[in-house]
């Protein structure tokens, strides 16, 4: 039984795991690539030897059930998935599927897309199906309301601006590529600071630790298994600033977890709304961001799923010790010692377990927030600054909104926003070129020095540990000299 049931598992996380679905979801959503005959080619004769095992189904209605069932069977072996069709049955069900695959690929030199895509109509007449292959030469339709676009921001590891492709549906193009978005750095530069600005500094504190602990576990979790991400073709790269990285799990579905339930959990009784509004808001915020993964043909429909789930133990473990890390934190002496000891030698650990990668900056970034964070909210609380409200006051209430309160925020956000950018730009500047200096390293070639991890560290830490300090500390003393309060 024991067997028969991690068999099962298995088979379902190769099913959930193949490319093809992702690929055939993109089609769904109305994306279509661009793909290079040659290298559509190369897919289709792989995709003839994976699922031309669909004619033995149909035909032997008394062959041994486990032979139909080791077709065409999954397994997860390394950063890849791999996929197995028995030698015998492959020969003697497909051997004309074979032959004529072969005479149309190699018999007149290169092969037309016309002519494999009348291959494939034959093929779908037939009853066999190849998966992942658009059904007609790849045009844009103007008439139709069809765009040529390419990904919006070229990969952040090898400069590579990716492949154009065909969107067909262009709601579901900006309200994926919105969602995806919600995993981004600008995402994050926006939302923790109108979140300690504008409503609640006690939240943002623990939201942060969930955030970054899930950040960092995910991140070295993908360093330590290195999976590779979806094969493309068949699938469509929407989007290509993270296809260097390793995909399993997806950090951005675990950030779009994490986030949006920690904050239900903590403003949930500290404030004043219904159970269902914030708990659908959660679901559709989580949601949206898994989906998007797929749709941008970054993730598997099992590695989404998988950083869902990764994301809420997280939450489940952390969530009941928050309150004593917040209360060390802002009352401890020791805290400062304590954080940047942390902060900086979890940095240390994840720089030890691959190459360098974005990943690897991806997760001293976020270290080097929370730690540059945890720093002010220190400073803050023995100042008496940004007081958290006393316990007699809650649960808090809504202000009704009006068009002072927000212009007021708006304009907070504005002020604070453009001096946190101006912070990371001016940290950025001087950074890499005083840290090569001080480790005797080139500073010519910017993406060179920083895959030393005496620079890249230095470089992650000393920027976004600016930025969140003046995020926690100096931006609020600024409102309050502008009265902006």
Not at 31 to 58: M, S, Y
Request: glycine share 8%; charged share 15%; proline share 4%.
């Amino acid at each position: 039984m024991a067997k028969d049931l991690k068999t099962m598992f298995i088979r379902c996380c190769g099913y959930l795991q193949d490319a093809h679905h992702v690929a055939s979801f993109q089609k769904l959503c109305g994306v279509q690539g661009t793909f290079p005959v040659k290298l559509i080619r190369k897919e289709w004769e792989h995709d003839i030897h994976l699922n031309c095992a669909c004619v033995k189904r149909h035909q032997d209605q008394s062959g041994n059930s486990e032979e139909h069932v080791a077709v065409g069977e999954q397994q997860i072996e390394g950063p890849r998935q791999r996929k197995s069709v028995t030698p015998g049955e492959q020969h003697n069900d497909c051997s004309n599927d074979l032959q004529n695959g072969t005479a149309l690929v190699s018999g007149m030199g290169e092969t037309t897309e016309q002519e494999i895509v009348s291959h494939e109509e034959n093929r779908q007449s037939s009853g066999c199906r190849m998966t992942g292959y658009p059904s007609k030469a790849v045009e844009s339709d103007s008439e139709n309301g069809d765009s040529r676009v390419k990904p919006l921001r070229r990969n952040s590891l090898t400069g590579d601006v990716g492949q154009e492709f065909i969107i067909h549906n262009k709601f579901l193009f900006y309200l994926f590529t919105f969602g995806s978005e919600l995993g981004n750095e600008m995402f994050f530069l926006v939302f923790f600071p109108f979140l300690i600005w504008n409503v609640d500094a006690f939240v943002s504190r623990r939201i942060l630790v969930v955030w970054i602990w899930n950040l960092f576990l995910g991140q070295s979790t993908k360093d330590i298994v290195r999976w590779t991400r979806p094969a493309s073709p068949p699938v469509v790269k929407v989007e290509v600033f993270y296809n260097s990285e390793y995909s399993m799990p997806s950090t951005h579905a675990m950030s779009g977890t994490a986030i949006p339930f920690s904050l239900f959990l903590l403003t949930y009784g500290r404030w004043q709304y219904p159970f269902l509004f914030g708990l659908s808001v959660a679901i559709c915020w989580s949601f949206l961001v898994c989906v998007s993964r797929v749709y941008m043909g970054m993730h598997s429909v099992l590695e989404v799923i998988i950083g869902f789930l990764y994301s809420l133990l997280i939450l489940a473990l952390f969530q009941s010790t928050l309150d004593q890390i917040d209360s060390f934190y802002l009352t401890s002496h020791h805290a400062p010692l304590v954080i940047v000891i942390l902060h900086v030698g979890l940095g240390l650990l994840a720089f030890t377990l691959d190459s360098w990668s974005t990943s690897r900056g991806d997760t001293a970034q976020a270290l080097g927030t929370g730690a540059g964070a945890a720093l002010a909210s220190h400073l803050n609380h023995q100042l008496g600054l940004l007081a958290d409200p006393p316990l007699s006051t809650l649960p808090l209430a809504l202000p009704p909104l009006s068009a002072a309160l927000l212009a007021r925020s708006l304009l907070r956000l504005l002020v604070g926003v453009v001096v946190l950018l101006a912070t990371r730009a001016a940290m950025k500047a001087a950074t890499i070129p005083l840290a090569c200096r001080v480790f005797g390293l080139p500073a010519g070639d910017v993406r060179q020095a920083r895959q030393h991890m005496e620079v890249e560290l230095s470089y992650r830490y000393i920027v976004y540990g600016s930025v969140s300090f003046s995020c926690v500390c100096l931006v609020p003393l600024l409102f309050s000299y502008l009265n902006l309060s």
